[in-house]
């Protein structure tokens, strides 16, 4: 009798935005990217604007088809003045009311998930990452155009995934009983298709939650209102080595974690000098 709704609601989300942009999502576009940061991480966001980020962001010159934004809470550390002129140069964040911390991922999920059915959607896909992410954005929507799944998440996929009670991921048998997870997604990168994005979010109100948002969204709630999981070869999962820029113009990785700024930069400016011809004797 676990996955299922209960019957009131438990996991109200009195949460609101203090920060959102200008523009959401105009008519066109196909994808959109929702990359979880933490507010002082400047330097990881701006990174991503000016690599693999550029595809979804229109100051940048990108094309019609991607949405980029930045999902943030709130840190007493850093002045929400310096966020809000960030927001106001690049109009891609979102910032919800609550603490920026590791046990409150899956409330930043749950805000990615509401803005996204609220505001985009008409969109059909929604990919989800993190700021230490690498995405190849022209490889991921070549897949989604051709493969064009419905009710899906795609993505990394962990199946029979024990649960740990104990340590920095330690759950209570009074939260979750059992002793492995559903099949969930590795949460550096996933796309959620669209038509199933508002029934997480408002089902989530009658699912006690967990603070891992992988295990909680694309486990718990997907298995709850019937979601299709596709493998896809090529996602990160967080155990793997530092991409390589060749990783990439091969197309063996769709994404790539553990990634630096700096890094980023590198990767963005050999991709654009590199050749198949040249990786096929890396």
Not at 98 to 106: P, Q
Not at 202 to 211: D, G, H, I, N
Request: some cysteine; proline content about 6%.
């Amino acid at each position: 009798m676990y996955y299922r709704r209960q019957a009131t609601i438990v996991n109200p989300f009195p949460y609101v935005l203090v920060t959102s942009p200008r523009t959401a999502c105009p008519d066109g576009i196909i994808l959109v990217i929702v990359v979880h940061s933490h507010p002082s991480y400047r330097d990881r966001r701006d990174a991503i604007r000016h690599t693999w980020g550029r595809y979804g962001n229109r100051q940048q010159g990108a094309p019609p088809s991607t949405r980029l934004v930045f999902a943030l809470g709130i840190d007493a550390k850093v002045r929400s003045d310096a966020v809000r002129a960030e927001s106001v140069v690049y109009d891609d964040i979102i910032q919800g009311d609550f603490f920026d911390a590791y046990e409150n991922m899956t409330l930043k999920s749950l805000f990615g998930l509401k803005w996204v059915s609220e505001q985009c959607a008409r969109v059909p896909y929604m990919l989800k990452s993190d700021d230490d992410t690498f995405i190849s954005i022209p490889h991921l929507i070549e897949i989604l155009q051709r493969k064009r799944p419905t009710r899906s998440i795609l993505g990394p996929c962990n199946s029979r995934s024990a649960v740990h009670r104990e340590g920095k991921w330690a759950i209570s048998k009074e939260l979750f009983p059992f002793n492995q997870y559903p099949v969930y997604m590795s949460g550096s990168g996933y796309v959620i298709t669209v038509d199933i994005v508002r029934e997480l979010y408002e089902t989530s109100a009658y699912v006690t939650p967990l603070f891992i948002d992988d295990v909680y969204v694309t486990g718990i709630l997907a298995k709850i209102i019937g979601v299709k999981h596709v493998v896809r070869k090529g996602f990160a999962f967080w155990s793997d080595r530092k991409p390589r820029a060749c990783d990439f113009v091969t197309r063996r990785k769709i994404s790539g974690t553990k990634v630096t700024p700096n890094l980023m930069y590198i990767l963005w400016k050999e991709m654009r000098n590199l050749t198949l011809e040249i990786c096929r004797h890396y």
